[in-house]
């Protein structure tokens, strides 16, 4: 639904022009991958490999997004619908400034994904599934949320009551389970080269 009587504004100073002035492309890299598949260590680890390239970049990570912009929201189906929204919506905003987004959220349904994509111009989503098997992503389980969801005292949590829905083509799969964190790195940077997101003239 739009916001009745309102006028979206053009400004001179467009994403095109920022781009120029930052000498890299901006986009929206969405991680996704069950709780503990290494969304947020492998989203901050490539934010600190663009950053020494002197790109212009922001993390919205899952908790601290849940800490503000959408700390009314619960984990029902609805809600996480609404938080990819916002996230989504957010990270758009971000891309037009000039800004790589990164974004590190379960993100479980594929269908919210999707309309995230279509938010964007074409190209502009890219989709990395951080793969790794449930068992290795609760044995992984620092938080202890898990064990919680096992005993019954969480909810509708991904992987354990809630289902987690893999993408079906996503631009870039990495294995977070056996690959180093390094090479992982490594293999988004490429990958961003490869699309001359950065390091383009």
């Not at 212009?56 to 609805?78: A, E, P, Q």
């Not at 987004?101 to 502009?124: E, Y």
């Not at 990395?128 to 005292?153: F, H, N, Q, W």
Request: aromatic share 6%; net charge neutral; proline share 3%.
């Amino acid at each position: 639904m739009k916001t009745p009587n309102t006028v979206y504004h053009n400004a001179t100073v467009n994403r095109e022009r920022r781009n120029q002035l930052n000498k890299h492309k901006s986009a929206v890299i969405w991680f996704t991958g069950l709780s503990g598949s290494g969304k947020s260590t492998l989203a901050h680890s490539v934010e600190e490999g663009l950053h020494n390239l002197g790109c212009r970049t922001y993390v919205l990570d899952g908790d601290n997004v849940r800490h503000g912009l959408s700390s009314n929201l619960t984990f029902s189906d609805d809600d996480r619908k609404e938080n990819i929204r916002r996230i989504g919506e957010a990270a758009k905003l971000m891309m037009e400034a000039g800004v790589i987004s990164m974004t590190a959220f379960i993100s479980p349904f594929k269908k919210d994904r999707n309309l995230v994509r279509q938010l964007l111009p074409q190209g502009d989503f890219i989709e990395i599934y951080c793969k790794a098997s449930l068992e290795t992503c609760e044995s992984r389980d620092v938080k202890g949320l898990y064990k919680r969801a096992r005993a019954g005292e969480i909810k509708n949590y991904t992987g354990i009551d809630s289902p987690y829905e893999a993408p079906d083509n996503p631009e870039l799969i990495i294995d977070t389970e056996s690959e180093s964190l390094e090479k992982s790195v490594a293999k988004v940077i490429d990958f961003l080269k490869s699309k001359e997101v950065i390091n383009y003239d």
